[in-house]
């Protein structure tokens, strides 16, 4: 079950990847207040060291700072770029599963939303990023809006119906709902942060500035280190290249298990008017009609 917010609540913004400038996130800061959340800033949340918004050691401090703050009931990452995977080994896993506080991010953020639910069990939200999701003309704000607060907890067919999603094959499943970005899952194969994932999943992906042999490469590393074997479902988001979107099941589909539900062209990735998806919780997936819940 994901932890519920309240208006009232705090919430921490933190830059654990790329830097980040102060009016890129203003308008969704702003959102936010709006929606009478208490905000705080990270120290180093506008912050610049190479291309990420702070050393290793600043960027951990300022998680710490908010993991050990009691006003803080969530961590916002408000943007991905590169390097949350740096801070794996240094994070507090076992004090962040006491405060059972989630966790909000997208894209490179996968890397840490994956060993944290891994090490601690932490929910996150996969989606959303402030710097051009988290918009008033973004029509799936409100519905992340109600996820959050937990007054809804599933997504239907009527919410996506003016999208045009695909049922490459039908049926049911349950498992732990699990995704982000391909490549970045990929990347911690074979390190300490990557879930044996013993249980049954369903899998949601997306990716940006990947060929399609590149996509297709990951999902033949995925099979190949088992990750399929308990695989319940998959629903794949957009994938984006050259600011276009490509299709890529017609590649991977000969890779993936036959007997699952597939949902494909989903509202989910790196483009402005995209949904976000929880992270870590137990959930249901049925094609038709489509519901995806929680």
């Known amino acids: 079950m994901t932890p519920i917010l309240k208006p009232g609540d705090g919430i921490g913004l933190i830059a654990p990847a790329g830097y980040v400038e102060r009016a890129e996130i203003k308008e969704g800061l702003d959102i936010l207040r709006e929606q009478g959340f208490r905000i705080k800033l990270a120290r180093h949340l506008f912050g610049k060291h190479r ?24 961590l916002y990452a408000v943007r991905g770029g590169s ?36 090490r601690s069990d932490t929910v996150s939200f996969s989606g959303m990023t402030l710097t051009f999701q988290f918009r008033k003309e973004n029509p799936y704000l409100s519905l992340f ?11 239907t067919g009527h919410d996506v119906r003016h999208e045009n999603i695909i049922i490459a094959r039908g049926g049911h499943a349950e498992g732990f709902l699990m995704g982000g970005t391909l490549s970045i899952m990929t990347s911690l194969l074979g390190t300490p942060f990557f879930p044996k994932l013993q249980h049954d999943i369903i899998l949601f992906i997306e990716d940006v500035n990947e060929p399609l042999y590149r996509i297709e490469r990951s999902i033949v590393q995925m099979k190949l280190a088992g990750i399929f074997q308990n695989l319940k479902g998959i629903i794949f988001g957009r994938f984006k290249l050259d600011n276009h979107f490509i299709e890529v099941w017609s590649a991977v589909r000969y890779h993936l298990p036959e007997n699952i539900p597939v949902i494909l062209n989903f509202p989910y990735g790196h483009f402005p008017e995209a949904c976000a998806l929880p992270l870590g919780c137990w959930a249901k997936l049925q094609s038709e009609p489509f519901k995806l819940s929680w």
């Open 51 to 74: 291309y990420f918004s702070g050393t290793i050691s600043e960027r951990i401090k300022d998680i710490h700072r908010f993991v050990n703050d009691p006003q803080v009931k969530a």
């Open 83 to 118: 390097g949350s995977s740096q801070l794996l080994p240094y994070i507090k896993y076992k004090k962040w599963k006491n405060t059972g506080k989630i966790l909000i991010g997208f894209s490179d953020i996968t890397a840490l939303q994956w060993a944290l639910w891994y």
């Open 145 to 155: 809006l109600k996820h959050l607060q937990s007054q809804r907890r599933s997504i």
